[in-house]
Nanobody
Framework: QVQLVESGGGSVQAGGSLRLSCAAS????????MGWFRQAPGKDEEGVAI???????DYIESVQGRFIVSRDNARNTLDLQMNSLKPEDTAMYYC???????????????????????RGQGTQVTVSA
């Protein structure tokens, strides 16, 4: 049974950094399509980043150069390093996995976590001005 549990969220001032981690069980994060999504209050969910089996990544424009998605195969986790945080980054962050694919269909970044079939419960990130 696939299970994803996010951690690492918290409150930080603008310009600060946080590192989110998603612990996976029931499958190996190695060689699987995975991603991070977020949802702010009153807004639609949006994709943040996706990563393929070969570490090829894709980010939304607003986090390019500030966020880095990576996997730790030894710990079986998906991580998201978030730097230079802005108040508009405030949201609940979710990780997602689609164990059917090694390479994420590129539409996944913009279509939503529902495409992945598996999503965690989320971790809150709050950035104050």
């Amino acid at each position: 049974q696939v299970q994803l549990v996010e951690s690492g969220g918290g409150s930080v001032q603008a310009g600060g950094s946080l590192r989110l981690s998603c612990a996976a069980s029931g499958f190996s994060v190695e060689a699987r399509c995975m991603g991070w999504f977020r949802q702010a209050p009153g807004k639609d969910e949006e994709g943040v980043a996706i990563i393929d089996y070969d570490a090829e990544t894709d980010y939304i424009e607003s986090v390019q150069g500030r966020f880095i998605v990576s996997r730790d195969n030894a710990r079986n986790t998906l991580d998201l390093q978030m730097n230079s945080l802005k108040p508009e980054d405030t949201a609940m962050y979710y990780c997602a996995a689609d164990v059917r694919y090694a390479t994420c269909p590129r539409r996944y970044l913009r279509s939503g976590s529902w495409e992945f079939k598996n999503r965690g419960q989320g971790t809150q990130v709050t950035v104050s001005a």
